[in-house]
T-cell receptor
Framework: KQEVTQIPAALSVPEGENLVLNCSFTDSAIYNLQWFRQDPGKGLTSLLLIQSSQREQTSGRLNASLDKSSGRSTLYIAASQPGDSATYLCAVSHYSGGGADGLTFGKGTHLIIQP | DAGITQSPRHKVTETGTPVTLRCHQTENHRYMYWYRQDPGHGLRLIHYSYGVKDTDKGEVSDGYSVSRSKTEDFLLTLESATSSQTSVYFC?????????????FGPGTRLLVL
């Protein structure tokens, strides 16, 4: 059974810092990996998707890397802003038929950016 | 934002009653998913569908059934609701056969079973 772990569970940093969120998974035979953010009481917003054959993806100030063989991914946030405060979730999928069979999620990193 | 709506957005019901949640999409995506989110457990897959009338179970499928009679709608039914099914339910869509691997999530339904 796939298990996804996110470290740290919570993080509070001053505005402007660069930071790294970590995600690890136990079964390296993944189809893809997604990073999401979730604001309190809201749904999930997709940030980045990395296919199993890729090493990294970038979107604006966000960069996600994937090391499938070691079962690790990191989300790098550059020049953090108070608006980045949210819970960040990592999730992996496996291949089934023509696509993904659903995501297995970590419990998230609760991020607070202090103004 | 992906065109996904969930109804109802909030519901309070009593133990033993049947409940149906609806997910509606306007994106014509082939895959649809139901997840639940609980404190301490995070998000977990209940059921998913890879086409009309094609469904499969997820990690926490006991006590739930699903139906997909047309591409745009995916229904989740709690045949006899229990207090342990109090949760926030999210629907998601994707279409890997069309190159849309990313799963997009709906706004969620908050269900309270008394």
């Amino acid at each position: 059974k796939q298990e996804v772990t996110q470290i740290p569970a919570a993080l509070s940093v001053p505005e402007g810092e660069n930071l790294v969120l970590n995600c690890s998974f136990t079964d390296s035979a993944i189809y893809n990996l997604q990073w999401f953010r979730q604001d309190p009481g809201k749904g999930l917003t997709s940030l980045l998707l990395i296919q199993s054959s890729q090493r990294e993806q970038t979107s604006g100030r966000l960069n996600a890397s994937l090391d499938k063989s070691s079962g690790r991914s990191t989300l790098y946030i550059a020049a953090s802003q108070p608006g980045d405060s949210a819970t960040y979730l990592c999730a992996v999928s496996h291949y089934s038929g023509g696509g993904a069979d659903g995501l297995t999620f970590g419990k998230g990193t609760h991020l607070i950016i202090q103004p | 934002d992906a065109g996904i709506t969930q109804s109802p957005r909030h519901k309070v019901t009593e133990t033993g009653t049947p409940v149906t949640l609806r997910c509606h999409q306007t994106e014509n995506h082939r895959y649809m998913y139901w997840y639940r989110q609980d404190p301490g457990h995070g998000l977990r897959l209940i059921h998913y569908s890879y086409g009309v009338k094609d469904t499969d179970k997820g990690e926490v499928s006991d006590g739930y059934s699903v139906s997909r009679s047309k591409t745009e709608d995916f229904l989740l039914t709690l045949e006899s609701a229990t207090s342990s099914q109090t949760s926030v339910y999210f629907c998601a869509i994707s279409d890997p056969t069309a190159g849309q691997e990313t799963q997009y999530f709906g706004p969620g339904t908050r269900l309270l079973v008394l």
